[in-house]
């Protein structure tokens, strides 16, 4: 057993959405340094990267602009990126959105928009779902490979309300709805029953579930948000990329339907 080798990721293809989000340059990086292949998908083509991480670990990676939620062109997109890269080893479905409009994503749950509902849903589980479902099969077929979801931990256990008193994030006055926790929560329900389903055919499924990540919330968020993780701190966005390497190499070869998270310890209270 060569450990060097079991966390490598030499030459496999990973495809990740949310590319350009708050934590998929660092799930980037940490793959291509690890040896991957990349298929970096965003709304908008994140060229820039793409070459920056082409040039500075010899990997092959390539910015796709697609919208997750055509999901009648899911395969035919698949097509595109397996045609162009290779069998896809690693699928990462790290996509979220707080919508269109942050004061409607922020609404208490008792005035909230059904449309805002369905809109955050076709993100963050619908595209989840049909995704997984288009990649997994060609998966299944050649009796390999991994899938991981990011979750939250929010979809885990409930948001302490007192922690959003005097909060913001960009400017904007924020709570942590109940849509948010719903379609986390069902990425941990179907990273369970995918794993389950395809166990036998060589596909593991996981969830990453970050703990809170500083990215533009204010002082009164980060303190209070603070004070009740163990480890005193919220987290840093590189702290994500040791995890998403383990999961996505041999090292975790035996593990499938888990839900690992890196909350500073937010859990055991």
Known sequence: ????????????????????GI???VFCE???????????????????????????????????????????????FIDLVENDM???????????????????????????DLDT?????NVNLDSAFVIAIAVGKRMVKRNIGNIILTGSIYGQMG????????????????????????????????????A?????????????????VSSGQNEVFEKKYSDRIPMGRMAKREEMAGTIIFLASDASSYITGQIIAVDGGLGCW
Do not use: C
């Open 1 to 20: 057993m060569n450990i060097n080798e079991l966390f490598s990721l030499k030459g496999k293809m990973v495809l990740i959405s949310g590319a350009a």
């Open 23 to 25: 934590l998929g340059p």
């Open 30 to 76: 940490a793959m291509a340094q690890a040896g991957a292949n990349i298929a970096m998908v965003d709304l908008e083509e994140s060229t820039i990267m793409a070459k920056k991480l082409s040039v500075t670990y010899g990997i092959k990676a390539k910015a796709y602009a697609f919208d997750l939620r055509n999901h009648n062109q899911i395969n035919e």
């Open 86 to 112: 290779g069998p896809i080893d690693i699928l990462h479905m790290n996509a979220a959105t707080k919508g269109e409009d942050l004061k409607k994503f922020f609404a208490p749950d008792e005035d909230y």
């Open 117 to 121: 509902w369905r809109e955050i849903m």
């Open 159 to 194: 948001p302490d309300q007192r922690i959003y008193q005097g909060s913001q994030y960009l400017g904007q006055e924020i709570r942590s709805p109940a849509v948010y926790s719903a379609s986390k929560a069902g990425l941990a329900g179907l990273a369970r029953h995918l």
């Open 196 to 212: 389950a389903m395809w166990g036998g055919d060589g596909v593991r499924v996981n969830v990453l579930v970050p703990g809170g």
